[in-house]
Structures are given as C-alpha cells and as structure tokens.
C-alpha cells in the first residue's frame, strides 16, 4: 500500500517513515512538507533518520497524491480539510489525527468521507482507544450522582491546542456511557470563587510542559474511594503504528467516516 505522509520534517512525520520504512505491508510513496520548509527537496529517510529512501520531500500535494492509496496526516485543521478534499477526488484512503478541528472543520472532512475512507481519531494509540472503551463502561456504572469524574492530561510545552484531542476523546467516552452531551457537560476552567463542583460534570485539568509525550487520565471519584483509568504515551511511534494499522484497515473499506474504535473492532456504529 503506497502511502503519502503529511509534515514529513516533523515530530510525528518523522515517526511516520521510520514506521513505514520498517514495515511489510506499505511503502512510502511521498513525503509533504510545508511551504517553504529547509526540509524540501531533502530525502524523507535521511530527516527521519532511518536512511536514503530516494523520495525527496516536497511541497506539492498533487504530485504527491498522483498514484497514491493513502494519506497520513498529522497537521493543521485548514491543511487537513484542503488534503481531505484532495483525497475524495482521489478516492484513497485519509488518516487523519489532526486535533483541533472545529466544526467548519468537520463538516469537510464529513463531506469528503462521501468519497473517501477516513479514519479520524484524536489519538490513534491502540492501547488508548481501548482505554476510552473502559471509560464508556465505567461512566455507565457508576451513577453520576455519587461519582465524579476528572480527565487530566499533559503533553509536551509546544503543544499548541487544549485540552488535547485526546483528553476529548476520554471526555466523549465519558459523555456517552452517562448518556449526555459532553458540550453541555464539561467544565474547562476553573479560577476564583467557583462555588461547589457541578453534579454530573466532566472536568478538565490541562498540564504542559517538558518533551511528554502524552499522558491521560480519567479520575472517578466517589465517596471515600477512586477509580483511575490511564494511559502513558512513551514514544510517538505508537502513534504511527495505529495510523498505518488504520490505513491497511481502511483500504478496503466502503467509503465513508470511522474512527479507531472501528480499526479495533470495538465500534457498534459500522
């Protein structure tokens, strides 16, 4: 399977061809870069330290996408939804665990799932996806009214977006095992004189700093006890191993939009 790998020159893509360029059942076919970046015209392995591959990055997508039978893309949600597009014309599959999206986001990449396969997670950890499963259950379980709930995150200081897609993802988890509507749930902030904690709310707590990777948990708390469901993220290769387990996945797949948890097996929406 020849698959495209977007922001080749970053943290994520650079983890993206080494997974690729060990891996039996894909080939790197091309590596994007933004405008501009040093890092066009370079050779994808050679910046991602894992050897000559003989692909130089570039910044052309419609070079890029030509002949390809997939797109990885880890970037920015205007990047994602101009890539989307390109991959519906293309009809390939789109991976994509872009976090950050907002709703004018969605409705494209939603619109371009009419003719491509895209899988969109807010983390494509395999580990972490089924974590957000355990969540579900666990908020189902135990009534609202005698537990609290808390997700806490922390990820590296560059890191441009909070909470994190995937603190959103756990809090959608909780949201649906409570059967409510994570938006009119959630607490983000807390500052000054907040009075009492809202029964049934979800909490956030954000942490940046330092080089983490990724850290979750999701915290219930009860009277006199505490369940703690969590997940540490060691290495981004996780990462790029579930986005090109998903991409092998989807290849076959009818066109459409579905997520990690369809990947697993564990979805009961598809």
Known sequence: MK????????????ALIQVIADADTVVLHAALGR???????????????????GIPVTDDPLAAFLH???????????????FAALAAQARIVHIIGTTGCGPEHEAKIDAAARHARVVKSGNMSLGLNLLSVLVQQAAKA???????????????KHKVDAPSGTALLLGEAAAAGRGVDLADASVRVRDGHTGAREEG??????????SVVGEHSVILAGEGELVTLSHSALDRSIFARGAVK????ARDKKPGRYTMLDVLGLSSTH
């Open 142 to 156: 135990l009534e609202a009214s005698d537990w609290d709930i808390e997700v806490l995150e922390m990820h590296h």
């Open 35 to 53: 405008p501009g970046s040093v890092a066009i015209g370079s050779d994808a392995g050679e910046i991602a330290g894992c050897g000559h591959l």
């Open 3 to 14: 698959l495209v790998v977007v922001g080749a020159a970053g943290r994520m893509g650079k």
């Open 68 to 82: 390809a039978d997939g797109v990885i893309d880890f970037s920015a949600p205007e990047t994602t939804t101009e």
């Open 246 to 249: 998903a991409a092998t996945w």
């Open 201 to 210: 709310s979800i909490g956030f707590a954000t942490l940046r700093g330092g």
